[in-house]
Nanobody, 128 residues
Framework: EVQLVESGGGSVQTGGSLRLSCAAS????????MAWFRQAPGKEREGVVT????????YYADSVKGRFIASLDNGKNTMYLQMNSLKPEDTALYYC?????????????????????WGQGTQVTVSS
């Protein structure tokens, strides 16, 4: 099973930017579908973006569309999430996830949580 390690979280002010990284223990192309999720205190975990590997087909949640950009670097076994124009409501623990098979990345949905393999999360805090 692939191991995932997130990094790059931190504290920023409204309107600021952060770039999260997710380092995988094996080629991200072996997972076929990668994703970022987030969970705010007292709320359920929600999907942010899925990205197919290879191909880079993306599906964004409406709440981040136009502000966040996901990308892959298979040479580094790493997925990124560039977050721009951050808002206080983006404050959450951000998780990297991988799923076997490409289906979820072509379904314009995030699927049930139990189909994903998870990293440990990295905290993002946006202050007003």
């Amino acid at each position: 099973e692939v191991q995932l390690v997130e990094s790059g979280g931190g504290s920023v002010q409204t309107g600021g930017s952060l770039r999260l990284s997710c380092a995988a223990s094996e080629s991200i192309y072996s997972s076929k579908c990668m994703a970022w999720f987030r969970q705010a205190p007292g709320k359920e975990r929600e999907g942010v973006v899925t990205i197919s590997a290879p191909g880079g087909r993306t599906y964004y949640a409406d709440s981040v569309k136009g502000r966040f950009i996901a990308s892959l670097d298979n040479g580094k076994n790493t997925m990124y999430l560039q977050m721009n124009s951050l808002k206080p409501e983006d404050t959450a623990l951000y998780y990297c996830a991988a799923a076997q098979g490409p289906f979820l990345c072509f379904s314009d949905a995030f699927g049930p949580l139990d189909v994903w393999t998870w990293g440990q999360g990295t905290q993002v805090t946006v202050s007003s």
